[in-house]
């Protein structure tokens, strides 16, 4: 059932107080793609990221109206029925790629198709059936959201998804839900009637469709035009449909901070943590009392793990090392590469041609380059390759990750992240290496010759470093 909608205000007058209160007038010229921090800024302009994180992020939405037309021409050719069209010509399928679905008594109703999607088969159920085009992940398909997203990646340091959801007139995609991740919708084409509700669940860690026997509280009735950005936090209640002004509505959601809270972190950090505490300290080492795990209430043993506990916690405030390991790999093996400039090494790299800087020597000046997609991490070595499991560097990257399986895998298995292994004694060598300045190989701090030459030739492998030659 189609909610009641309204039409655009025609001045600022006629917008409800909440509206008015998270409403921007931005004047941006387009999108800047030279750092990661510079792109969502033109995303957001005119509100600074400093602004946007004190004052919005996990707290509450903010509606971006875009004056500029350069911006706003730039975000009409994000993903357009002709980009649905292309896409769909290299082969697309129901499920995987893409959904129809349709908002029915308050549930998602999914159109049960099967197989590859065609644009001609699409196009009927969007027509007759009035329903929503849900397109996964159209970056492995759109250069434009390619850029950007692996832009955004490196700006948030975790994976970044994206949705295109195109929408006939007078009909709704989806039921009133939340979601587990932030949310930033680009409208593309149309408009979009949008109603946001407070939230039952504040940042919640799961996706979940409103339920019937609760009474939501409004907090904004919007009209998306486009260029117009939505931002809003994960847990935040929202529905939205196509007004009869529009012939259809094209939305982009981009989305982030899934499985990134707190408590994801320490779930991560503490395995390692609690290992290295007990190969110290006696106490973690003790037994469990007798038939310790059939009790339904662990509680007789409170005291105790309140104590072991506090042990753990002062170790991290004496700034014992503390190890991500899992997250870090499942950002890195899955996360996009980066956009390839015609012209750049890693463009010529994946074409097969030949790189155009000679390996490096003792005598070379390097440069770290691809920075934003590398990351150093501290890990035992797995029981297969080494028993006595001895702590090494690790030197994760993604230049070689797949855009093609960006966020949508047909495999139960995650792929392996890509990177390299060095002893913990280059730690110091790889640190000035990542100040990311021009750096003569023969300064390393390492000791012999033969190891500084084969730590850059081994980063020059893998594409993380440049050559820089001399001057004539």
């Known amino acids: 059932m189609n909610m009641p909608r309204r039409e655009a205000p025609a001045d600022a007058e006629d917008e409800s107080p909440a509206t008015k209160k998270m409403r921007h007038q931005p004047s941006v010229p387009s999108m800047d793609f030279a750092t990661p921090r510079s ?36 975000c009409q050719s994000l993903f357009t029925m002709k980009d649905l069209r292309h896409a769909s010509k290299k082969g697309v399928y129901y499920g995987r790629d893409v959904n129809m679905c349709k908002c029915k008594d308050r549930k998602k109703v999914v159109l049960q198709r099967r197989g590859k999607a065609t644009y001609l088969e699409m196009l009927k159920d969007f027509r007759r059936s009035k329903a929503t085009i849900q397109f996964h992940q ?34 709704q995609g989806l039921p009133a839900h939340h979601d587990d991740v932030e949310v930033f919708i680009l409208q593309v084409e149309g408009e979009k009637h949008w109603r946001l509700y407070a939230p039952l669940i504040p940042l919640a860690r799961e996706y979940d469709v409103a339920p019937a026997d609760k009474v939501l509280t409004q907090t904004h009735d919007l009209l998306l035009k486009e260029g117009d950005l939505l931002y809003f936090p994960r847990g935040v209640i929202h529905e939205a449909d196509t007004p009869a002004s529009s012939s259809h509505s094209t939305h ?15 779930q991560d950090l503490l395995p390692s943590l609690l290992n290295d505490a007990a190969m110290s300290d006696v106490k973690l080492r003790k037994g469990i009392p007798l038939q310790q795990l059939l009790h339904l209430d662990p509680s007789s043993v409170a005291e105790t793990l309140t104590g072991l506990l506090s042990t753990i ?28 400039d015609v012209g750049s090494s890693l463009y010529m790299e994946k074409r097969g041609d030949m790189r155009t800087d000679d390996p490096p020597n003792i005598n070379s000046t390097i440069k770290l380059q691809y920075q934003d997609y590398a990351a150093i991490a501290i890990d035992k070595v797995p029981k297969l390759l080494n028993p006595k499991e001895e702590l090494m560097i690790y030197v994760y990257h993604a230049l070689k990750n797949n855009r093609k399986t960006h966020m949508v895998s047909d495999n139960e298995e995650s792929p392996p992240v890509t990177g390299l292994r060095f002893p913990l004694s280059h730690m110091s060598a790889l640190k000035a290496i990542w100040e990311n300045k021009p750096l003569r190989v023969k300064d390393l701090p390492l000791e012999s010759d033969h190891d500084k030459e084969t730590l850059v030739l081994s980063l020059w492998t893998e594409g993380l470093m440049e050559n820089i030659p001399a001057e004539a």
């Not at 982009?252 to 320490?266: E, G, H, K, P, R």
């Not at 405030?317 to 590469?337: I, K, N, V």
Request: charged letters at 25%.
């Open 39 to 74: 792109l969502f800024e033109s995303l957001i302009a005119p509100v600074t990221s400093e602004e946007f994180f004190r004052t919005y992020w996990e707290k509450k939405p903010l509606l971006i109206r875009q004056n500029s037309p350069d911006v706003r021409s730039y």
């Open 252 to 266: 982009v959601t981009i989305s982030t901070y899934q499985n990134t809270s707190w408590a994801d972190y320490l």
């Open 313 to 340: 916690a002062k170790r991290i405030e004496a700034r014992c090392p503390l190890r991500s390991s899992e997250m870090l790999r499942d950002f890195m093996a899955h996360r996009l590469p980066p956009y390839l």
């Open 138 to 171: 159209p970056q492995r398909f759109n250069d434009k959201l390619w850029h950007i997203m692996e832009k955004l990646e490196c700006y948030f340091g975790t994976l970044v998804g994206c949705n295109v959801y195109i929408t006939p007139s007078e009909s």
